[in-house]
């Protein structure tokens, strides 16, 4: 009995939803009286960091190829093995929702994916996450004895509890994948929208691409990652990737601030499970006030900028 | 090439959420269904399309029971050749994939299309239990899809960008926006629907891994706090103190 937790990397980085997945999977642990253990594949040299979240010992396999679900899922499965484990925990991100299905259906095990807070084991093991595009949380029971967990991002507060662990080998040798990548673009430098814990997003109200100055600029003054509404990404104001909602991407950042969008319902569909929202639009009876922690009635031209003044004079007497 | 392609019914976005039987289950009085987005726009569509070009047939499988129907039709007018409704509601996604994984047995497919989550549980799952269930390659978040020979050339989103990969038929696809583009079923199609083979099967015994235990409504927002375009300063130090967010 242990907890398996897996860690995506991307050149050898360990990204933020790891480190969440890894102190998830800790605190599991230490409800079970359980050890907690790391797997990830491939550059294993910044990994030491994981025994700070709660990793006992971290495994790493030899392997760059690019993502094949057959293969995470092998490899993940021989660690679990390697370490007894009953409970795998996997970060909701991209690749991590591609493979977490595999790795049940092949151990014959219950799971649960975005699940929002610890389980309670009191009687099997319950969990809840949000659904109805967070209109509701669900609570499930697995009835079986293995479970896999996908932690939806934002979830948790991590906190250094323990120190450094050595990567080692893990003694399992993968097959060729079957899925072949050929090609991997991202942007640099931004932090993913899915993965942002500050965002700023804009709508129709900026009356064309050529205005996005002020939003960017109130973005980097809070280091927040852009996002925009549907019908700015179809008309090719912004790149399609930023498409949050319904139909687009979901988030859950810490603060969401909404600048000229009218908060239409399968816009609030992405977004309202973040924690605070702000929203700046010039109409009073803008629907998204209804959603929102903050607001701003005001013509946006003249307020975004006095805001992120604001901020530049917050951050600097900080 | 005869591909099947998963199709579910959800809730309207826009539909007030209910729960039943001391909230165990959803309320579906009084609201409307429709076929999820993206099966409906994208992997039904890119199949069609697909099969206009190198011949072959779209199969569309559903797991539910016959209030599916209507959506099934749909999937009919839209363009598939026939349908395979599997008659039990299933409770969790893993048993909708072990059904279709029992159904698709029994004929092999060169390509399975499905979306990249339905909006009501956003589970993401079913795909990837599909494919193993099947032993076969899986590629998740596809926003195009071509076709070469046995080739699919696929580009996936990832975090921030996308990822360029390549698959061997017979494979698992699900379907992100921009694999196609939304068609709207024709007079034609809404005949010639009525009269392809909708075929029910029932479903193999199946033990359930997890069950819903309760439903809760999320509480109320604490209402909004309003500023004026003058208090930005404030509004900075709220959401340092208040909120902690910054
Ligand atoms: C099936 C379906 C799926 C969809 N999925 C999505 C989705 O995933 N994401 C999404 O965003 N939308 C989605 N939509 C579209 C959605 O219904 C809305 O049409 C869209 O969100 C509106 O975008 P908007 O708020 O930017 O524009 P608008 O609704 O036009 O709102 C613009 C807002 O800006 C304000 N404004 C204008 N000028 C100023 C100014 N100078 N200062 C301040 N405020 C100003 C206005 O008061 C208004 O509230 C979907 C629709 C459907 C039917
Ligand atoms: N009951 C069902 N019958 C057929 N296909 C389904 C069913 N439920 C989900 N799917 C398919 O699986 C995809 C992903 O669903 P999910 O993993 O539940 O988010 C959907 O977009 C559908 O294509």
Request: aromatic fraction near 8%.
């Amino acid at each position: 009995m242990s907890v398996l937790v897996f860690i995506e990397t991307t050149n050898g980085t360990i990204k933020k939803s790891g480190l969440e997945a890894m102190y998830f999977g800790n605190l599991i642990a230490a409800q079970k009286n359980t050890s907690c253990h790391a797997v990830l594949f491939g550059n294993a040299d910044k990994a030491n960091i994981l025994g700070k979240y709660g990793a006992k010992s971290v495994f790493y396999i030899d392997y760059s190829k690019g993502f094949d679900t057959g293969i995470y899922t092998e490899g993940v499965l021989s660690a679990a093995a390697t370490v007894g484990a009953d409970i795998i925990i996997i970060a909701h991100t991209f690749n991590g929702k591609s493979f977490a299905g595999s790795v049940a259906a092949r151990w014959n095990a219950g799971i649960v994916t975005s699940v929002n807070a610890l389980p309670n084991f009191d009687n099997g093991i319950t969990v809840t996450k949000s659904v109805f595009s967070g209109k509701a949380v669900a609570t499930y029971r697995i009835n079986t004895t293995k479970a896999v967990l996908t932690l939806a991002g934002n979830s948790i507060q991590i906190q250094e509890s323990g120190s450094e662990v050595t990567p080692q080998k893990l003694d399992w040798t993968p097959s060729e994948p079957k899925v072949k990548v050929l090609e991997r673009k991202t942007s640099e430098g931004l932090v993913p929208l899915p993965e942002a814990e500050l965002v700023v997003s804009a709508g129709r109200g900026m009356k064309g691409p050529e205005n996005w100055g002020i939003v960017e600029e109130l973005a980097k003054a809070l280091q927040a990652t852009t996002a925009c509404s549907r019908p700015v990404a179809d008309t090719g104001w912004r790149p399609h990737h930023e498409h949050v909602g319904q139909t687009g991407v979901a988030i859950k950042p810490n603060l969401y601030i909404a600048i000229g969008i009218s908060g239409a319902i399968q816009h609030l569909a992405g977004v309202n499970n973040s924690k605070t929202i702000v929203v700046i639009n010039k109409d009073p009876e803008a629907p998204f006030f209804k959603a929102a922690d903050y607001g701003v009635v005001g013509d946006l031209f003249e307020v975004v900028p006095k805001l992120t003044e604001a901020v530049k004079k917050f951050k600097s007497s900080q | 090439m005869n591909i099947l392609v998963c199709i579910s019914k959800t809730p309207d976005t826009t539909s007030k959420i209910s729960f039943k039987s001391e909230n165990k289950e959803y309320n579906p009085d009084g609201i409307s269904f429709i076929m999820n987005p993206y099966d409906e726009w994208y992997a039904l569509v890119r199949a069609i399309e697909l099969v206009e070009q190198n011949g072959g047939n779209v199969t569309t499988i559903t797991v539910g029971d016959a209030s599916n129907d209507m959506i099934i039709r749909k999937g009919l007018a839209i363009g598939a050749n026939d349908a395979i409704r599997i008659d039990i509601n299933p409770k969790e996604p893993f048993e909708a994939a072990f059904q279709i994984a029992e159904a698709s047995k029994q004929k092999p497919y060169d390509l399975i299309l499905l979306g990249k989550e339905t909006i009501d549980y956003n589970g993401s799952i079913l795909g990837s239990i599909l494919a193993e269930l099947l032993h076969l390659p899986f590629i998740s978040f596809a926003t195009k899809l071509e076709l070469s020979g046995k080739t699919f050339t696929v580009t996936r989103e990832i975090e921030g960008g996308e990822e360029i990969c390549q698959v061997e038929g017979p494979c698992v696809i699900s379907a992100a926006k921009g694999m196609a583009e939304q068609r709207i079923p024709n007079m034609k199609g809404i005949m010639t629907s009525k009269s392809k083979p909708l075929n029910v099967m029932a479903p193999v015994a199946y033990q359930n891994k997890v069950e819903v235990l309760t439903f809760t409504l999320p509480g109320e927002k604490k209402g909004v706090k309003m500023l004026s375009p003058d208090q930005m300063d404030e509004l900075v130090a709220l959401l340092h103190e208040e909120a902690k967010v910054i």
